[in-house]
């Protein structure tokens, strides 16, 4: 079975950093568009960023200049790097495999980010 699994998330203070880790098994890791979504309790889940086989990425506008996603092919891992973090950041972050070619898609299990003083 594919497996998806976060870590990384936890507690931090407005304007603290964390990276998230996603570890991807059991697919063809370079077929796949990888990206981070979150879901704040009552809101609709939506993207944070994305990241190409290629190398192409793209951000939310709300974290445009404060997070950076990065994938490792060696490692079947895609990376969240958040900076300056703010309380509006706090949700569930999942990770996300995207088929480039077919309409497969899987989710990971999800990470809390609670962004708090």
């Known amino acids: 079975q594919v497996q998806l699994v976060e870590s990384g998330g936890g507690l931090v203070q407005p304007g603290g950093s964390l990276r998230l880790s996603c570890a991807a098994s059991r697919i063809t890791f370079r077929f796949y568009t990888m990206g981070w979504y979150r879901q704040a309790p009552g809101k609709q889940r939506e993207l944070v960023a994305s990241i190409t086989s290629g190398g192409d990425t793209n951000y939310a506008d709300s974290v445009k200049g404060r997070c950076t996603i990065s994938r490792d092919a060696a490692k079947n891992a895609v990376y969240l790097q958040m900076n300056s973090l703010k309380p509006e950041d706090t949700a569930v972050y999942y990770c996300?495999?995207?088929?480039?070619?077919?309409?497969?898609?899987?989710w990971g299990q999800g990470t809390q980010v609670t962004v708090s003083s």
């Open positions: 996300n495999a995207q088929h480039t070619r077919a309409s497969i898609n899987y």
